[in-house]
T-cell receptor
Framework: ETGVTQSPTHLIKTRGQQVTLRCSSQSGHNTVSWYQQALGQGPQFIFQYYREEENGRGNFPPRFSGLQFPNYSSELNVNALELDDSALYLC?????????????FGEGSWLTVV | AQSVTQPDIHITVSEGASLELRCNYSYGATPYLFWYVQSPGQGLQLLLKYFSGDTLVQGIKGFEAEFKRSQSSFNLRKPSVHWSDAAEYFCAVGPNAGNMLTFGGGTRLMVKP
């Protein structure tokens, strides 16, 4: 039990649509990051939020955006969905950005784009 | 740019046998290294991490890993594998701050009875 809850667990969208994925972290977890894990691959870092500000981004286009809220929840938004966006999206949270902090992962949201 | 290579995509071992999963990294500074396990349909669970100090790191579930700077490796080991260890294992390297990890492609472990 990591204390990181993601919703929905599975969803199907059509190419061109928009999707919002949600993550709820433990109290005090002011750092949240999102990862995309395509089938058979390792997770790829999308972006990180620290105290509601984006402070790191991987090699993903601007149609991937996010929000972090004061209540330790966060969102990942993807616009203009493409077939290659089909993947498991993982949320990870921690109590700060120091390297000694343990990073807790949620169980992910499976997105299928048809 | 940092990168992680897990050379073995699949490994099959017999229950009770020893296990070693390989991980090689490329990173410009002192790396922060992690091993995670992912069971089917599950998120990632941290097995162990290395930041500094003793190069042999003990983790959960009887796993250990050894950091070898000269070989840019961080191999995961377990002396006796249990059927419940069947899962996907990921090695990751991080910067000195934050949750921005770079993962390898993973090694799928199968355990024979």
């Amino acid at each position: 039990e990591t204390g990181v809850t993601q919703s929905p667990t599975h969803l199907i969208k059509t190419r061109g649509q928009q999707v919002t994925l949600r993550c709820s972290s433990q109290s005090g977890h002011n750092t949240v990051s999102w990862y995309q894990q395509a089938l058979g691959q390792g997770p790829q870092f999308i972006f990180q939020y620290y105290r509601e500000e984006e402070n790191g981004r991987g090699n993903f286009p601007p149609r991937f955006s996010g929000l972090q809220f004061p209540n330790y929840s966060s969102e990942l938004n993807v616009n203009a969905l493409e077939l290659d966006d089909s993947a498991l999206y993982l949320c990870a949270s921690s109590t700060g950005t120091a390297p000694g902090n343990t990073i807790y992962f949620g169980e992910g949201s499976w997105l299928t784009v048809v | 740019a940092q990168s992680v290579t897990q050379p073995d995509i699949h490994i099959t071992v017999s229950e009770g046998a020893s296990l070693e999963l390989r991980c090689n990294y490329s990173y410009g500074a002192t790396p922060y290294l992690f091993w995670y396990v992912q069971s089917p349909g599950q998120g990632l669970q941290l097995l162990l991490k290395y930041f500094s100090g003793d190069t042999l790191v003990q983790g959960i579930k009887g796993f250990e890993a050894e950091f070898k700077r000269s070989q840019s490796s961080f191999n995961l080991r377990k002396p006796s594998v249990h059927w419940s260890d069947a899962a996907e294992y990921f090695c990751a390297v991080g910067p000195n701050a934050g949750n921005m990890l770079t993962f390898g492609g993973g090694t799928r472990l199968m355990v024979k009875p």
